[in-house]
């Protein structure tokens, strides 16, 4: 499974999520400095999802039929662009701006990475594999906040967005001189791996990608997570620094801590995911998280949020996505594995959309605390929406779901 390109793509992964990690958790830090309110800080933290829409339905059916590899570096490359960007103009409408164009980003770069490592994946270790690749994502996203938090205390915003470019400009470089572009015709054993036949996949009718129960429910999971996540993690920052008085390194340290736990225990739940029920998984995570969420609206104490995050975030995280993204390779070998992977990345823009701008709004409306509050109901919705659509679905002794 440690193959080359499985390690090529892991460290570009690696890298990539770090600079955003990194740069991530201080935008609406940045925007209120520049005297941005609620509503625009909760903008600058979601209004990529609005070019994400756009770009997510259509990527993955092209890279499903021409390959993954250029879309990938492309990702990669518009960051270095937008680092330069935030570099240059200093106020709250080009922040938004630049924020928007790394919709574009992200609709690449994790539609590719995942489809990638879905065509490695053998029937019936699709959790081990994507669990496997998980710790690239959730380090790189656990380290980011720790060195936002680092930087913030020693340094500059200007720096932070500095190193972001030059992390974003080594990734773009590692996928272009290293990653082979069809790693499945150099792995696959024919024998145990039929990856070679999805990259032949012919387009599946949209009707049936939509009617598809197995798609409606990792889809309605994807977006119902990803709402809570830019409901709560836009403001979270904000409200822990300035109605609570934490320190930009402790917060880093609580949002860091998540990420690394979620990514170290994916591989585990990852393999669980290929031995139990996804669904019930599902359900266990999305519990498990909807607590660590709601403990922010009901504590002051650092030290029991930074325990809920770890035991609760961290692990009810892996568990739920290591379930559903075990379950995206599935879906994706019956309608084609970039087309699912833009399709939940689709759903991931919705949710950050429409949470981020939302989550301003209620904030207004209920408080900040209550945002806490709605984003763990929301997340318990994903959960057993999940478990309910894919009822009708069981798992085949090869480890693929079929009807």
Not at 28 to 35: E, Q
Not at 82 to 106: C, E, M
Not at 387 to 396: L, Q
Request: charged letters at 10%.
């Amino acid at each position: 499974m440690l193959t080359r390109p499985f390690l090529i793509a892991g460290l570009s992964m690696f890298l990539g999520t770090l600079a955003l990690g990194m740069a991530t958790p201080g935008l609406t830090t940045w925007v209120a400095i520049l005297g941005g309110g609620p509503a625009a800080q909760g903008a600058a933290f979601s209004t990529f999802a609005i070019t994400e829409l756009f770009m997510t339905p259509w990527i993955g059916r092209v890279a499903d039929r021409y390959g993954r590899k250029p879309f990938y570096a492309l990702g990669l490359g518009s960051y270095v662009f937008v680092a330069i960007g935030w570099i240059l103009f200093q106020n709250v409408t080009a922040v938004i701006a630049f924020r928007a164009l790394t919709g574009i980003g992200s609709s690449l770069i994790f539609t590719m990475s995942l489809s990638y490592i879905g065509a490695l994946a053998p029937k019936g270790q699709e959790g081990r594999y994507m669990g496997a690749f998980a710790p690239f994502v959730f380090l790189g996203f656990g380290i980011g906040p720790l060195l936002y938090g680092l930087i913030r205390t020693i340094g500059s915003f200007e720096l932070l967005f500095g190193l972001m470019g030059l992390l974003c400009l080594l990734s773009t470089l590692i996928v272009i001189f290293f990653l082979p572009a069809r790693p499945q015709l150099e792995l696959a054993d024919p024998s145990q791996n039929d990856s070679v036949k999805f990259e032949q996949f012919v387009p599946v009718p949209w009707i049936r990608i939509i009617k598809d129960s197995g798609m409606q429910g990792i889809f309605i999971a994807r977006a119902s997570f990803a709402w809570s996540i830019s409901a709560c993690f836009a403001f979270l920052p904000v409200f822990l620094e300035t109605e609570l008085g934490f320190a930009a390194i402790s917060i880093g340290v609580l949002i860091g801590a998540q990420q690394f736990v979620g990514g170290g225990a994916q591989p585990i739940t990852g393999r669980l995911s290929d031995i139990f029920p996804r669904n019930i998984l599902a359900i266990i995570g999305s519990i498990a998280v909807a607590i660590a969420l709601a403990t922010v609206a009901i504590t002051e104490s650092y030290p029991i949020m930074l325990a809920s995050f770890l035991v609760f975030g961290g692990l009810g995280t892996a568990v739920a996505q290591g379930a559903i993204q075990a379950e995206q390779v599935s879906v994706g070998r019956r309608l084609g594995l970039s087309t699912v992977a833009g399709l939940m990345e689709l759903a991931f823009a919705t949710g950050i959309l429409t949470g981020g701008l939302g989550g301003g709004l209620l904030i207004r409306t209920f408080g900040m605390e209550a945002i806490f509050v709605i984003s763990a109901i929301v997340t318990l919705f994903g959960g057993f929406a999940y478990a309910w659509k894919s009822r009708e679905f069981t798992k085949s002794p090869d480890g693929v779901t079929s009807p």
